[in-house]
C-alpha cells in the first residue's frame, strides 16, 4: 500500500455509501461502455446454407440479400462497425483457397452492398483462408506443413480484393508470420495507403473457436488437426507481447487478444505495454457458454453479456468483438448500467 495513502477508517469511512443508489453508482463508476465501441461479428453464407449454426444459439448466418436488414437493425441501434465472416458451400472450397481473390465472391459482394446503404459503418474483413480451404487451416498446406511464405503472399492479395470492394478494415486472423508487413506493402503499393489493418496479434490455439468452426464448417474438416503450429500456446504471455509487437511494427494500426475473458490478464498486459488500440474478441464459444447456461435456467443473459463486456474494457480493451453486439446496444440504448 502507498504510504501516504488515506483510506480512512471504519466507522467514519463507509465503503456503501456510495454504493446506495443508480445514480450514485454511475458517479463513482470507472469503466464504460458505448455501443461505438462494439464490433458485429456476422457469418455472410452462401445462399445454399442454413441460418441456423446448431452449436451457436441465437446467431444466424446472413446470406448477401439479407445483410442489410440485419445489420440495419444494428445500426439502429447504434453499432457503428461490423467484422464480416464467410461461410461458402463446400464446393468452392479448395486446397489452393483460389475463391479468396474471387472479386464477386461473398465477402466483396456484401461489402459493396453495406456500403452503398451505410456509408457511415465501418466494415471489417476476416482475412485467412479457413472459410475457402478445403482442409480447414489457416494456410495453404503441404503435407503436415501449414505454409507460411507462400500463404501470406495470398493473403496479400486476398487482403486487396477486399480493399477494392470498400473494405474499411483488413484483419488477418491466420497468425503467420509476416502477413501484416506483407498485406501492408501490397495495399500501399495499390494505393491503399488509408485502409486499416486490425491484426489478430495474440491469437490462442484455443478450444473456444469450435462453434464458429461449426458456422464455417471447418470443425469437421480439421478433425483432429489442430492450429497449434501458429496460433499462440495458452501457457505464454511474453510470447504475445512480442508477437503483438512485431505486428505493430510490421503496420498494424489496432491489435487484438483473442479469445477475450480467458485472457484478459494478456488483454491487460498488450494494452498496458504498447498503449495502442487493443481489441478483444469474444468468441463463439465464450458466447456460446452464456447462451447455454441461459437456456438451461442458469444465468440471466443480459447480466451475463453486459458483466462480459464490461469485463473486457476494465482489462483495457478499446472496442470488442462479439456475438452480443446487437443485444448490448439495444440495451444501452435503454440506458443499462
Ligand atoms: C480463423 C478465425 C477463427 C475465428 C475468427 N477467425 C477460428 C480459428 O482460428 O479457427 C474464431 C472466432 C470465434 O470463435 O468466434 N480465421
Not at 53 to 69: H, M, Q, S, W
Not at 127 to 152: C, F, M, P, Q, R
Not at 251 to 272: C, F, I, R, T
Request: proline content about 4%; aromatic content about 8%.
Amino acid at each position: 500500500m502507498p504510504k501516504n495513502l488515506v483510506l480512512g477508517q471504519f466507522p467514519e469511512t463507509r465503503m456503501r455509501r456510495t454504493r446506495q443508489f443508480d445514480w450514485s453508482r454511475s458517479l463513482v463508476a470507472e469503466t464504460h461502455l458505448s455501443s461505438r465501441e462494439l464490433i458485429w461479428s456476422v457469418f455472410v453464407r452462401d445462399g445454399t446454407l442454413p441460418h441456423e449454426v446448431p452449436t451457436l444459439p441465437g446467431v444466424k448466418r446472413y446470406a448477401v440479400d439479407e445483410i442489410i436488414d440485419s445489420v440495419g437493425e444494428a445500426y439502429d441501434a447504434g453499432v457503428r462497425a461490423v467484422a464480416l465472416f464467410p461461410v461458402l458451400n463446400d464446393e468452392k472450397k479448395s486446397d489452393d483457397a483460389l475463391e479468396c481473390l474471387n472479386p464477386e465472391g461473398l465477402i466483396p459482394e456484401a461489402a459493396r452492398r453495406l456500403k452503398k446503404a451505410f456509408p457511415d459503418l465501418g466494415l471489417i474483413s476476416d482475412v485467412a483462408l479457413d472459410s475457402y480451404t478445403s482442409h480447414g487451416h489457416d494456410g495453404l498446406v503441404k503435407g503436415d506443413e501449414v505454409l507460411n511464405d507462400e500463404t501470406i503472399n495470398l493473403l496479400a492479395k486476398h487482403a486487396l480484393v477486399h480493399a477494392d470492394a470498400g473494405i474499411d478494415v483488413i484483419s488477418p486472423s491466420d497468425m503467420l508470420d509476416g502477413r501484416i508487413g506483407a498485406i501492408r506493402t501490397l495495399l500501399d503499393q495499390k494505393g491503399y495507403h488509408n485502409t486499416l489493418i486490425l491484426s489478430y496479434a495474440a491469437k490462442y490455439a484455443s478450444c473456444l473457436y469450435g462453434p464458429f468452426r461449426d458456422a464455417l464448417g471447418s470443425r469437421k474438416k480439421l478433425g483432429a488437426k489442430h492450429k497449434k503450429s501458429y496460433q499462440l500456446d495458452p501457457r505464454n504471455v511474453n510470447e504475445a507481447i512480442r508477437e503483438t509487437g512485431l505486428d505493430i511494427q510490421e503496420g498494424a494500426d489496432m491489435v487484438m487478444v483473442k479469445p477475450a475473458l480467458l485472457y484478459l490478464d494478456v488483454l491487460a498486459k498488450v494494452k498496458e505495454t504498447f498503449k495502442v488500440p487493443t481489441c478483444a474478441f469474444h468468441v463463439s464459444g465464450e458466447y456460446a457458454m452464456l447462451k447455454n447456461a441461459v437456456h438451461a435456467g442458469w444465468l440471466n443473459y443480459e447480466q451475463g453479456l453486459m458483466e462480459m463486456l464490461i469485463a473486457c474494457k476494465r482489462a483495457g480493451a478499446d472496442a470488442i468483438i462479439t456475438y452480443g453486439a446487437v443485444d448490448a446496444a439495444k440495451l444501452l440504448k435503454d440506458g443499462y448500467e
